[in-house]
């Protein structure tokens, strides 16, 4: 994990420009107990860039899911060293065995590669259908171009690798899938498979009737209406990603009191000013945004038998204990699914992981005051509790479930 997250010394404004999020969802081919088509997503924070990569490999089962792990796994190394789309696919197609009655690759492949800072989307495209643009509720074309090689890659493969490179809005979705989506139905008892035209009028029905729908949902309603189509016993797997462009979505989360009293008046203003929900973890750090914002705070019950109850306070959409409460929220979030639908209970633990699951980006402001009912003196003070308790839960956050974490010590 890179330090510098650790290192940020400034928040940052929320709601820059637009948030990125990426969703998928799966079902395997109809018997397997392992998917043959392999979906990775990368967010690259010092870089303010995200990459996404669908494989699809040949068959079903195991040895599709080792040919696409191993073709996904390349694409998305390879896309980190930010190679050009046709250097990139060239070394993939050198690198990837290839059928020898076909001549095709035994996986397909869709790249995308978003940079933020740029305000560009990068798509590199092998055999799998094509991708889908959504621009609100309306089809976004943009111009699609073959990619050349001078040498090496067989003319067969070559004509099925397309590229293209353009600029996203806020609003606009990005749907991508392997082709068990748009050719379920073949052999039900349909006149043919579904097809990209019959995905693209339902997509653009969901959007209309729910234009604010997420990433997840999305790629989910999709994989679900062709798991559908094949009458609930898919023939192949079935795998869609969806990336959608729109407004971020800022949390706050405070906890521990500042190294000094004099910046408690600094401290308690960032949270006051700040646009976007907050989280006040801690009981000494609770006293003093209390005292400083002149707001009472009130006791509620036990909802929770592993944790002291939360409070509330006007302003402020969360607040806990700090050390136990936030243990057990990174506990939580580590040992929980990556999910468009997690279950949570009412304890403080659970609310404080759905709150933050809901945002994108997670500003945490934390005070650096040693809290002596939990510092061992023998210990460094680098390694007291309550930053390793951060780090741990920035790193989960981040890697996990894609999101930007800032960090603020005082």
Not at 28 to 39: L, S, Y
Not at 259 to 278: M, Q, V, Y
Request: proline residues 5%; charged residues 25%.
């Amino acid at each position: 994990m890179n330090d510098y997250r650790f290192q940020e010394d400034v928040l940052r404004e929320p709601g820059k420009k637009y948030h990125t999020e990426v969703g998928h969802f799966q079902v395997n081919h109809e018997g397997e107990k392992i998917c043959g088509d392999v979906f990775l997503s990368k967010r690259i924070p010092e870089e303010n860039r995200v990459l996404c990569v669908l494989s699809d490999g040949m068959g079903h089962g195991v040895r599709a899911n080792v040919l696409a792990t191993l073709t996904a796994t390349i694409s998305l190394n390879f896309s980190l060293e930010h190679k050009n789309a046709n250097s990139l696919a060239e070394i993939i197609m050198k690198a990837l065995p290839v059928c020898s009655e076909r001549g095709l690759s035994y996986a397909t492949y869709t790249i995308i590669d978003i940079s933020i800072e740029n305000e560009t989307v990068s798509i590199l495209e092998y055999d799998n259908p094509q991708t889908l643009i959504m621009r609100g509720n309306r089809i976004y074309a943009p111009e699609w171009t073959h990619v050349k090689f001078e040498e090496g890659v067989n003319d067969k493969r070559v004509m099925n690798l397309r590229k293209c490179l353009f600029t996203p809005q806020l609003e606009d979705r990005i749907l991508f899938c392997s082709d068990g989506i748009t050719q379920s139905g073949l052999g039900k008892g349909g006149a043919a498979d579904w097809g990209r035209n019959n995905l693209t009028i339902f997509v653009r029905e969901l959007i209309e009737s729910n234009p604010t729908i997420s990433a997840a949902d999305l790629a989910e309603r999709v994989v679900k209406q062709a798991l559908a189509n094949d009458l609930y016993t898919p023939k192949d797997d079935l795998t869609c990603g969806v990336v959608y462009f729109r407004e971020a979505r800022p949390i706050i989360l405070c906890t521990g009191p500042p190294f000094t009293p004099e910046k408690d008046r600094e401290f308690s203003a960032i949270l006051k000013n700040f646009e976007g929900k907050k989280i006040v973890s801690g009981a000494t750090t609770t006293e003093i945004i209390s005292r400083e914002w002149g707001r009472p705070v009130t006791d509620e019950g036990i909802t929770d038998p592993t944790l002291p109850p939360s409070s509330k306070m006007e302003g402020v959409d969360m607040v806990t204990e700090g050390v136990l409460t936030l243990s057990k929220v990174t506990h939580l979030l580590n040992s929980m699914p990556v999910s468009s639908n997690p279950h949570f209970g009412k304890g403080p633990a659970d609310q404080i992981c759905k709150l933050l699951l809901d945002s994108d980006e997670i500003y945490i402001l934390v005070g650096t005051k040693i809290n002596e009912n939990h510092h061992d003196p023998n210990l460094p003070v680098e390694i007291e509790i309550r930053k390793n308790l951060i780090r741990r839960l920035t790193q989960v956050l981040s890697d996990k479930f894609m999101k930007v974490v800032i960090i603020k010590y005082m």
